[in-house]
């Protein structure tokens, strides 16, 4: 996809998608790849799950694309999806908790000068950042995500997650308190970026997706030349 291609809004993308430029939904894959993987991830709490969740979310969203009506952000009706089918699977593993949700910010990380050692440092510190995160109970872990990593707002994380605005703020304050006390005297310097999805990743996802999408396309447009 080229630059220009890149800057069209979403709502844009919707309508000629619709009007069966179905490539360009690889513009909406690879534009919120990184978001429904961190929330898939911070529910199932496995990588390669989170990667088959966010893979059936796109599919799933591209069969109903119809549906979209523009009342919510394409960016939330995504992320709903996800969640919905995050949660599917934790039911399906009899591993499914309660959601809950909070409000405040983790104190702000600084990052090293680029050096091998800072590198490696920076490379620790985000697996100790994703343990502390995995640490938190589900409904802590969605919510802290969603507000904290994709600085999603309190009212787009209330609609995704099925809960009260209300209730995302004390869950996420209590989030917040939790981690303090597991990263205390963990690390001295580190990274925001943890539950990267970058690069090879988010290729290979966008590959896969998209080969699903090309063969939906295909039987679509095969049902609509039949007499």
């Known amino acids: 996809m080229d630059n220009q291609t890149n800057t069209v809004n979403d709502s844009d993308l919707v309508r000629r998608i ?19 993987y961190r929330v898939a991830r911070s529910i199932v709490q496995n990588r390669e799950e989170a990667e088959d969740v966010v893979q059936d979310t796109y ?7 119809s549906q979209f009506e523009g009342r919510a952000l394409l960016s939330t009706w995504l992320t709903r999806i996800a ?19 909070t409000l405040s910010r983790i104190p702000a990380l600084t990052r090293a000068p680029p ?3 800072n590198d490696r440092l920076a ?16 409904g802590h872990r969605s919510v802290f995500v969603m507000r904290s990593l994709e600085d999603m707002s309190i009212a787009a994380t209330a609609q995704c997650l099925d809960m ?40 290979r996802m966008t590959m896969s997706v998209m080969h699903r999408i090309s063969a939906y396309s295909r039987r679509a447009v095969g049902s609509e030349s039949e007499p």
């Open 59 to 65: 599919a799933r969203a591209f069969e109903h694309f």
């Open 83 to 101: 969640v919905n089918e995050a949660r599917k699977r934790m039911r399906e593993r009899g591993r499914r908790k309660a959601i809950d949700a």
């Open 164 to 203: 009260s605005q209300e209730v995302v703020k004390i869950r996420m304050f209590r989030a917040c308190r939790m981690l303090r006390r597991i990263l205390q005297d963990k690390f001295h310097a580190a990274s925001i970026d943890a539950f990267q999805f970058l690069g090879e990743r988010c290729d």
């Open 18 to 36: 619709l009007a069966g430029e179905y490539q360009l939904y690889e513009v909406i894959v690879r534009r919120y790849n990184q978001r429904l």
């Open 115 to 117: 050096t091998p050692e």
């Open 123 to 138: 490379e620790e510190t985000r697996a100790i950042l994703e343990n502390a995160i995995d640490q938190l109970p589900e």
